[in-house]
């Protein structure tokens, strides 16, 4: 689950996005000040909880946590609206530090790398990643299955060149971090990066 807030740009709105649409056209069902999204095959894919602040104090801007209470008060609201549905927590981090474990060319492409990476305790994603600077051995930065990144793009397991890929390998301008090099490539992390810790920290 992905919770935004940019009052700015979009309003007093907390948006809750739950699975990835595939750009399908969506329907909408608002009653009072919330909104259930649906894809074309009638799966919940978002919410949208209207002037939020009456109800929550929202901290961040972009992408932001959401605590046990918080979301309480949106299985409340979801309620009273006349809803069924329920959110459920999902605290797991999800951009974090990677170990390539393996990468090899892709058999389609001549500067994709299939890569197999250990994201926390054992777990292993199959990324593919373009970055010419890629190889085994690296701690990187992974944008796993849905996290959002700093840009708003929100990270869903995909396909490239017939491959399935389930996460991202980030370079430090698609983090947004300062200084970040104009080359292309990865971010690699020092070697005594903990696999699975949060990134940032």
Partial sequence: ????????????????????????????????????????????????????????TIEGNGQVTINEEQLTELNRLIKEAGFTETLIADNEPKIVVGYVKTCV??????HLSITETEVDNGHVLQIVCGAPNIEAGQKVVVAKPGAMMPDGLMIWPGSLRGVESYGMIC?????????????KGILVLPEDAVVGEAFPK
């Fill in 171 to 183: 370079s430090a301008r698609e983090l947004h971090l300062p200084d970040a090099p104009t080359e």
């Fill in 105 to 110: 060319p892709h058999p389609d492409s001549d």
């Fill in 1 to 56: 689950m992905i919770f935004a807030y940019n009052k700015a740009h979009v309003g007093d709105t907390l948006m809750v996005v739950v699975a990835d649409d595939k750009g399908t056209e969506n329907t909408v069902e608002r009653k009072w000040n919330v909104a259930q999204v649906k894809d074309a095959s009638g799966q919940i894919v978002a919410w949208n909880f209207f002037h939020i602040s009456d109800h929550l």
